[in-house]
């Protein structure tokens, strides 16, 4: 627990995130944070389904070109 003794733990309101982690986003309001990452999470799903269908064409490929393909 960061080298904190139990009974300190109480006088810190119980939050056990390390000192400094959460420091860098106080600065920023909530809504700008989370509008952030929201636009980061949308942008991976995209490239997820980029991956997934770009994986799914190439394995396709393979199976239509083998002898128990349709090709």
């Known amino acids: 627990m960061g080298g ?18 959460a420091a860098e986003d106080e600065d920023v309001p909530f809504a700008e944070r989370f509008a952030a990452l929201r636009e980061t999470l949308t942008a991976q799903f995209a490239e997820s389904e980029q991956l997934i269908t770009l994986k799914f064409v190439k394995n396709f490929a393979v199976f239509l070109s083998s002898p128990g393909g349709m090709l």
């Not at 003794?5 to 982690?21: C, F, K, Q, S």
Request: hydrophobic share 45%; charged share 15%; proline share 11%.
């Open 4 to 21: 904190w003794a139990l009974e300190e733990i109480p006088r810190h309101n119980y939050v056990l995130t390390p000192v400094g982690a």
